[in-house]
């Protein structure tokens, strides 16, 4: 007779644990958007090593070292697509995301954006209950640099900020709702 109960309780905990390794993934993106060090920094173990090819950190200097890498941009989105990933056990995990980066770069004095497309190679591991990288490996498959020539000016142009100011803090972090605006009055 199968244990249904035992494997709906392991079925579960698999998606738990996936789930904790999407948001590490994501918390590391939305630190170098908002060029937060310690929010990049909460992705890893601090005996990680995040290997960019050209650089390299552990996981005590990689908030500082890639927020101080992308500080300069004007605006910067990290975003990741397609993520697999694949529990070895209960505590390591082998993940493959891809992703794409625009960030506003000057070159020569002139603006331009820069498009990255590649994948982050991980290993996870849960230690104290919690899935962090133990080791990355960043594949830069395509670069592209172009004129900015408008493409990366806000829709609403100081409502958004790469620090804690960003509205995206306030929401996450609160159920207070003072970072919303009311709609006008109907006529």
């Known amino acids: 007779m199968r244990d249904i109960a035992g494997t709906e309780q392991a079925a579960i905990q698999q998606l738990l644990d996936k789930q904790a390794i999407r948001e590490a993934t994501m918390r590391y993106c939305r630190g170098v958007d908002r ?3 310690d929010l ?4 890893y173990h601090p005996d990680a090593i995040d290997d960019h090819g050209d650089q390299r950190y552990s996981g005590r200097t990689v908030g500082r070292g890639v927020a101080d890498l ?9 975003q990741v697509t397609n993520q697999l990933i694949t529990l070895h056990d209960d505590r ?3 993940c493959e995301t891809y992703f794409t980066v625009w960030r506003s770069i ?4 002139e603006d331009r954006v820069l498009l990255a497309i590649g994948r982050y190679i991980d ?3 849960r230690r104290e209950g ?3 990288i133990a080791h990355r ?10 004129p900015a020539s408008g493409l990366m000016r806000p829709s609403r142009p100081g409502l958004g900020s790469r620090d804690r100011n960003d509205p995206s803090y306030a929401a996450l972090e609160s159920p207070d709702t003072g970072w919303t605006r009311p709609l006008p009055a109907q006529p």
């Open 137 to 146: 490996l960043v594949i830069v498959d395509l670069t592209h640099v172009v």
């Open 130 to 132: 919690e899935w962090k």
């Open 40 to 43: 990049i920094s909460s992705a």
């Open 92 to 94: 390591t995990a082998g």
């Open 123 to 125: 290993r996870f591991e």
């Open 35 to 37: 060029c937060d060090p």
């Open 106 to 109: 000057e070159t020569e004095g």
């Open 70 to 78: 992308v500080r300069s941009a004007k605006v910067s989105m990290n």
